[in-house]
């Protein structure tokens, strides 16, 4: 038989629909909090760019030189 999913943090279904579980003393739950806040679309939608560890390490392919010490 199987059961209804709980929240690993507060010990209560987590239903179908994303929902905010509660304490007794009435403070959400953090792990509740954490998947709703999971579930929401981004505010600001953009296109992410994935670089590889080497286009990180050299700041891309467009990026200027880094003048930092040029002033020193």
């Known amino acids: 038989m199987a059961r ?18 509660r304490f007794p003393d009435g403070k ?12 929401l679309p981004p505010l600001l939608p953009t296109p992410v760019e994935v670089l590889s560890p080497e286009e990180w390490a050299d700041g891309g392919e467009d990026d200027p030189p880094d003048d930092y010490l040029r002033g020193a």
Do not use: F, M, S, Y
């Open 28 to 39: 959400p739950c953090p792990a509740c909090r954490d998947r709703l806040l999971d579930t």
């Open 4 to 21: 209804e999913p709980v929240c690993i943090g507060c010990g209560q279904p987590t239903g179908p629909l994303p929902r905010l579980n």
